[in-house]
């Protein structure tokens, strides 16, 4: 499959320097956890016209070389390729060493095994231009088992969605000021705070965005890092709400922090990324009743996508 994909041989070869660990500096989320896989194999250049870093120049067998790959979760593949200034060829070729290099190789048989098990699960090629790889859900798994032992698994599956529930209370709070901002100037005095540091007595409670580290460390104070380890336990949707949640919070915080540099503010309503993570969940209609408002629209976006996060869960809304 060298041509339309990458090679079982090189497959192996990444998961095996990789220590079963995303490559992107100080995540800590593993690519593959009790026999299912929750990382995801990136291209560096990407890997067909549209992707991130695509060079037409490349051809098939080197787009899906060993020397092109770089394995990640699936949070930061997204940062790589919503950034392509931040995360050019180059960057992500020195990240790849370096995580190579100050990882315990995983032995040969386990990487031989995920190895097999990857290309043989591969379902799709995600719109970034990386391949994602199936995930089996324990929800979704009828048990053939003792009761005990039914009953371990769904308890299991319950930690898994309280601990994820929790990570969005956190990513509430860490962004509470993008979220808040957002409910008291309108666009037009958010501009003229980024052009002219009008209403600055307001709006720089955001100020701590201008560091362009700021939104990843929020996430990760978050605990949005390892939130991946609880992906086997819950369904394919309830992972979704919360990548797009997740996705949000960190998008809306970068594009504020876009706007310290361009001195104008960017607003998360024209933004094409948040667009299409709205839409990945959420009703066309929902989407465009939150974009319209001209305060409080991030709040109601997010409010909308909280409560399909519960009701996905069967969890009821919890009281304030």
């Known amino acids: 499959m060298a041509a339309s994909g990458p090679g079982i041989t090189d497959i192996k070869l990444l998961f095996a320097r990789s220590g079963n660990r995303c490559a992107f500096p100080k995540?800590?989320?593993?690519?593959?956890?009790?026999?299912t896989l929750t990382g995801e194999v990136c291209h560096i250049r990407g890997a067909r016209p549209g992707s991130a870093?695509?060079?037409?120049?490349?051809?098939?067998?080197?787009?899906?070389?060993?020397?092109?790959?770089i394995l990640m979760c699936p949070i930061h593949h997204t940062v790589i390729d919503d950034?392509?200034?931040?995360?050019?060829?180059?960057?992500?070729?020195?990240?790849?060493?370096?995580?190579?290099?100050?990882?315990?190789?995983?032995?040969?048989?386990e990487a031989a095994a995920v190895a097999e098990l990857f290309v043989q699960s591969v379902m799709n090629v995600g719109q970034s231009g990386g391949l994602?790889?199936?995930?089996?859900?324990?929800?979704?798994?009828?048990?053939?088992?003792?009761?005990s032992t039914t009953h371990l698994t769904h308890q299991r599956q319950i930690q898994a969605v309280e601990h994820l529930w929790r990570v969005v209370r956190n990513l509430?709070?860490?962004?509470?000021?993008?979220?808040?901002?957002?409910?008291?100037?309108?666009?037009?005095e958010l501009n003229?705070?980024?052009?002219?540091?009008?209403?600055?007595?307001?709006?720089?409670?955001?100020?701590?965005?201008s560091d362009m580290n700021i939104a990843l460390r929020k996430l990760a104070n978050a605990g949005a890092n390892d939130a991946s380890t609880q992906r086997p336990f819950i369904t394919h949707r309830l992972w979704s709400i919360f990548f797009v949640l997740h996705g949000i919070y960190g998008r809306a915080a970068l594009l504020l922090t876009n706007s310290y540099k361009e001195h104008?503010?960017?607003?998360?309503r024209e933004d094409r990324g948040c667009d299409q993570l709205l839409r990945a969940i959420l009703p066309a209609q929902a989407v465009e009743h939150a974009k319209a408002l001209e305060i409080g629209g991030l709040r109601v976006a997010?409010?909308?996508?909280?409560?399909?996060?519960?009701?996905?869960?069967?969890?009821n809304q919890p009281r304030t």
């Open 27 to 35: 995540c800590r989320a593993p690519l593959a956890l009790n026999g």
């Open 53 to 69: 870093r695509f060079d037409p120049a490349q051809v098939g067998v080197e787009r899906h070389a060993y020397e092109n790959l």
């Open 83 to 109: 950034d392509e200034e931040a995360y050019s060829v180059d960057r992500l070729s020195k990240i790849k060493v370096a995580h190579e290099s100050q990882s315990a190789p995983i032995p040969d048989a």
């Open 132 to 147: 994602s790889a199936y995930t089996v859900n324990a929800s979704n798994i009828t048990v053939q088992s003792a009761p």
């Open 172 to 188: 509430s709070s860490e962004f509470g000021s993008v979220v808040f901002i957002d409910t008291i100037l309108t666009i037009q």
């Open 192 to 209: 003229a705070y980024f052009r002219d540091r009008e209403y600055a007595h307001i709006a720089d409670c955001v100020r701590e965005y």
């Open 264 to 268: 104008r503010f960017i607003s998360w």
């Open 302 to 315: 997010i409010d909308y996508l909280e409560g399909q996060f519960l009701a996905e869960a069967g969890m």
